[in-house]
């Protein structure tokens, strides 16, 4: 499916290495999502929230009513200050579609620094962990 058709409330993803990003779809080429670049929820241009790279579909809404309500709600958030292990775009796209407002890749890094921790205390298992972690999120995200 093209970005151009896709109902707005539709949640899409763009890699920006080393990580996802994720937006709501608001229509016209709009996307509204949460990034550490604004420090907030703001609603930007598809193609500055893409900044060249492809972007990806990942949750269509069910019914039109479902993809309004979404948007209806994610632009409720507009403002909203972003926070890296709080608020970050993962969990405020889940969170608008409806799931817990919860970050595979946060956990992903999470729980791959606190193994490479348990692996010795070095910085370095720490940091080869939290790598390791967040390659494994991101492989879950793109399937």
């Not at 058709?5 to 509204?32: D, Q, W």
């Not at 193609?47 to 790279?53: Q, R, T, W, Y």
């Not at 608008?96 to 999470?110: H, P």
Request: charged residues 15%; positive net charge.
């Amino acid at each position: 499916m093209n970005i151009n058709n896709c109902p707005p409330g539709t949640t899409l993803i763009v890699s920006k290495p080393p990580v996802m990003h994720f937006g709501i779809y608001a229509g016209n080429e709009r996307v509204i999502d949460n990034s550490p670049r604004t420090g907030c929820v703001s609603e930007r241009s598809l193609e500055d929230f893409s900044n060249g790279n492809k972007v990806q579909i990942r949750d269509i809404p069910a019914t039109p009513a479902q993809g309004i309500e979404r948007l209806q709600q994610a632009r409720n958030h507009l403002g909203t200050r972003y926070n890296l292990l709080n608020w970050n775009c993962e969990q405020f796209a889940n969170f608008i579609c409806g799931r817990r407002a919860r970050s595979t890749q946060v956990i992903g890094v999470t729980t791959g620094a606190l193994l490479g921790a348990a692996t010795g205390s070095s910085w370095r298992n720490v940091m080869i962990g939290s790598f390791a972690g967040l390659l494994l999120s991101k492989s879950i995200l793109q399937n």
